[in-house]
């Protein structure tokens, strides 16, 4: 099989729309995007810890990297994903990583690649650490 390879970079993703580029071999296209987890602290919780506030961002990223991925004929795409995270190292460790591609190759029948880093801005204030 052929294969096709796709990228998408986000910036800090928060309140605030923030802009993500989706890159292939042809093209580059930008577009905006905010979460609004308010709706989560209207129960018992206080804050969101910035744990659970990554794997809403991690989520977010996925959803709308398989959404957006144009497949057409018998290719297998290399979708890779670079994602700020207010914990990359919890992300990016042996534990995490290779089962989230794995899992999301077997669901998908492409090949999933994720590169977290620290992300510049503060983003959502509903945070604690869970340390």
């Not at 991690?58 to 670079?82: N, S």
């Not at 190759?105 to 503060?122: N, V």
Request: proline share 4%.
């Amino acid at each position: 099989m052929r294969t096709q390879s796709v990228k998408f970079d986000f910036n800090d993703i928060g309140d605030n729309p923030s802009r993500a580029q989706i890159s292939d071999s042809c093209k580059t296209l930008s577009f905006y995007l905010r979460v609004d987890d308010t709706a989560l602290l209207r129960g018992s919780l206080r804050a969101i810890p910035a744990e659970i506030i990554d794997l809403i961002d991690v989520a977010v990223a996925v959803h709308l990297a398989d959404r957006l991925t144009h497949r057409a004929g018998d290719y297998i795409y290399d979708i890779d994903v670079v994602l700020p995270l207010h914990c990359p190292d919890k992300f990016n460790g042996r534990l995490l990583l290779p089962d989230l591609e794995d899992i999301l190759d077997w669901l998908t029948d492409d090949h999933w690649h994720f590169q977290f880093t620290q992300r510049k801005s503060a983003g959502r204030q509903m945070r604690m650490s869970l340390d």
